[in-house]
C-alpha cells in the first residue's frame, strides 16, 4: 500500500529516500576534500583552555548521534562536563587509575609500544580542556515495569557513534582525544550514571594549545590495509 511517497512495510511507515543526485567529479572532490581534512587529525595532549560556545558541541554531539546502531536502539549516553569541580574530581580518579596501569597493571611491552606516545599517568588535559565528553554504552534498556529490553551490537554501535563524534570534533576545526584511563568504573560513579550504563571512552574536547607537539607517526598506505576482489 502506498500514499503520497510512504510504504506500509510489515505494518511500519516507510518514507521516500530523498536525496538529490551529484555528479561523478563532485563526488570526487568532497571525498578528497573530506579524507584531506581527516588526515591532519592527531590525538592532541596538550589543549587550550580557550572557551567553546555550547552551540558546537551540540552539533557534535547530535551528528555522533545520527549513527546507525543495532535495531536502531541508539543505546548510547553522552555525558558532557564543563563544571571545573566534576573536572578535578575526573581527573583526581584517571590519575590514580593509570598511576597503578603505568606502575602495576601495564605488560613491559605494552609499556615500549606506547613509548612513542610519551604519555605518562598525568592528565592536566582533563581540567584544562573546557568540555570533557564521556561515552556510555546502554547495556539494556529498563521498560515503565522496570522490566529488561535488550540493546543489539551495543559495542559496535557505541564504537561507531564515537567515530563520527571525533569525525565531528575534526570537522568543526577542534580537537580531541580518544582517552581511556581503565577500569573506568569511576566514571559511572562521579557522573551518577544508572545501572545500565558502562563508561566507553573519554573524550577531552577544545582547541590545541599554543604550543602542542604530537607524536611523529605514519599511518599505514591503502596498499597495506586493503585487499580489493
Ligand atoms: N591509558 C594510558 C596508556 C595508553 C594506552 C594506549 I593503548 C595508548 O595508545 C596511549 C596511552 C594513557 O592514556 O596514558
Redesign the pocket.
Known amino acids: 500500500m502506498t500514499t503520497k511517497g510512504t510504504k506500509l512495510i510489515n505494518g511500519h511507515t516507510h518514507i521516500r529516500y530523498q536525496s538529490k543526485p551529484i555528479s561523478e567529479i563532485k563526488v570526487l572532490k568532497r571525498s578528497e576534500k573530506f579524507y584531506k581534512n581527516m588526515n591532519k587529525r592527531r590525538s592532541v595532549r596538550d589543549f587550550s583552555d580557550k572557551p567553546i560556545p555550547k552551540d558546537i558541541i551540540e552539533n557534535i554531539l547530535k551528528t555522533a548521534g545520527s549513527a546507525p546502531s543495532g535495531a536502531h536502539k541508539q543505546p548510547w549516553t553522552f555525558c558532557v562536563v564543563e563544571n571545573p569541580e566534576i573536572k578535578k574530581q575526573i581527573r583526581f580518579a584517571a590519575e590514580a587509575e593509570?598511576k597503578q596501569?603505568?606502575e602495576e597493571r601495564?605488560s613491559e611491552s605494552?609499556l615500549k609500544?606506547?613509548k612513542p606516545?610519551g604519555?605518562?599517568?598525568s592528565?592536566p588535559f582533563i581540567e584544562v580542556a573546557p568540555y570533557l565528553i564521556i561515552v556510555f554504552k546502554r547495556l539494556f534498556e529498563y521498560d515503565e515495569n522496570g522490566d529488561k529490553l535488550q540493546n543489539y551490537y551495543v559495542n559496535e554501535s557505541v564504537g561507531i557513534a564515537c567515530g563520527m563524534l571525533i569525525a565531528a570534533i575534526q570537522n568543526a576545526g577542534l580537537v580531541t582525544l580518544t582517552?581511556?584511563?581503565?577500569p573506568m568504573r569511576f566514571l559511572e560513579k562521579i557522573l551518577e550514571r544508572p545501572d545500565n550504563e558502562r563508561a566507553f571512552l573519554l573524550l577531552p574536547v577544545g582547541y590545541a594549545a599554543d604550543d602542542c607537539f604530537v607524536p611523529e607517526l605514519h599511518r599505514k598506505s591503502l596498499r597495506d590495509i586493503c585487499v580489493f576482489y
Open positions: 593509570e596501569s603505568y601495564m605494552w609500544d606506547i606516545m604519555t605518562n599517568a592528565k582517552h581511556t584511563p581503565s
